[in-house]
């Protein structure tokens, strides 16, 4: 079940990406078989993630419309 999260959260992280950016693949979330140096990998990659997703279509106001920066 979190081995299928966590590859759509690549997939989609990959759809994100910028034409002609090589994307480099997350560590899978494994099962109880890994190897430690796995899970670790698994860890490191997912501890400091961060998204390329665009969330802007939640924002309540459009920044770019204020009369200044202050505002």
Do not use: C
Not at 28 to 37: C, R, V
Request: charged share 25%.
């Amino acid at each position: 079940m979190y081995n299928k999260l966590f590859q759509t959260l690549d997939h989609e992280e990959e759809q994100e990406e910028e034409v002609g950016t090589k994307h480099v693949y997350a560590p899978l979330f494994g099962d109880a078989q890994t190897s430690k140096e796995q899970v670790y990998a698994f860890y490191q990659y997912w501890e400091y993630f961060a998204t390329n997703k665009q969330f802007t279509f939640a924002d309540l106001y459009d920044s770019r419309q204020a009369p200044n920066r202050r505002i």
